[in-house]
């Protein structure tokens, strides 16, 4: 591998959420600041959509640790592994340190439920439940959610939901059935991905956090063509810059030019087109 080579401690370019090598792209920080301003004011939906590799799960996580930071909020994560209403219920149940049986009727669930979210109410916390990668639970679930919206007191909502989910989603709500669902949600904020300008210096802090001393390896033409082949979406930008590191290191070069991001875009199939730059360098 090219860490001894480039003088790194890690790598630099996983494809693996890490909060430690957040970058606060300027969408990255708009959404982040979307969500908490909305959780701030009591709002019971938000949605956060984007593309594949655009940052979802990592902005997930960055909420849920300032959530934490700032305390006075309980936090729920579930993916998007339930195939019904009632294993969601129970794993929002397992999130909130309630331990049922799967056997346990749907309406005891919402049952208790609602007592652990009033109990968290009277101590004043606010509970906050996202749901990651939404558009794969199927629309039993999503509508399962919406009820869980109507646990409320006269003054609050008991619990806020956030949802992450591709474009996909967007279609899915945008259907008859879910149409309740649809307009409950306060908020919304789609995820563009990094852009042009800041791509040199996502490239340079993520280098440096991974140890990297000195000017970056990346030649100014490099991270253009970096820039065109992923379309600014952080984690194709990742798959391309590690696979023009390695291709650098092969040929025992310190430094990563055009043939080298080419090379990485051929070996890479989520880069849909050839670009003008691959066509002259065959």
Not at 82 to 101: K, N, S, V
Not at 125 to 133: G, I, M, P
Not at 158 to 166: M, S
Request: hydrophobic share 40%.
């Amino acid at each position: 591998m090219y860490l001894t080579h480039f003088g790194l401690s890690e790598l630099p370019f996983s494809i693996t959420p890490d909060t430690q090598f957040v970058y606060s792209a300027a969408s990255h920080q708009e959404a982040l600041n979307t969500l908490l301003v909305g959780l701030r004011n009591g709002e019971g939906f938000i949605k956060i959509s984007g593309e594949v590799g655009t940052g979802k799960t990592l902005l997930c996580r960055r909420l849920l640790a300032t959530l934490a930071s700032e305390g006075g909020y309980v936090t729920a994560y579930l993916l998007n592994a339930y195939e019904d209403p009632r294993g969601l219920l129970l794993g929002l149940a397992e999130e909130l340190g309630l331990r049922l049986p799967d056997a346990t009727p749907h309406h005891h669930i919402m049952k208790l439920l609602n007592l652990a979210l009033l109990k968290h109410a009277k101590a004043g916390k606010a509970v906050v439940l996202c749901v990651d990668e939404a558009q794969a639970l199927p629309d039993e679930c999503l509508e399962a959610v919406r009820r869980l919206s109507n646990l409320e007191t006269e003054k609050r909502k008991l619990i806020q939901i956030v949802l992450f989910g591709q474009p996909e989603l967007d279609v899915k709500l945008a259907t008859p059935g879910l149409r309740q669902l649809r307009q409950r949600i306060a908020l919304h904020y789609r995820m563009p991905g990094i852009r042009r300008d800041e791509i040199a210096h996502y490239l340079i802090h993520r280098l440096r956090i991974a140890g990297f001393r000195g000017a970056s390896p990346f030649t100014s033409v490099a991270v253009k063509l970096l820039y065109k082949e992923s379309c600014g979406i952080p984690r194709l930008i990742n798959i391309l810059a590690h696979k023009a590191l390695l291709d650098a290191f092969g040929e025992g070069v310190g430094g990563v030019d055009v043939r080298h991001v080419v090379n990485a875009s051929k070996d890479t199939e989520s880069v849909p087109q050839p670009s003008g730059w691959r066509a002259l360098m065959g």
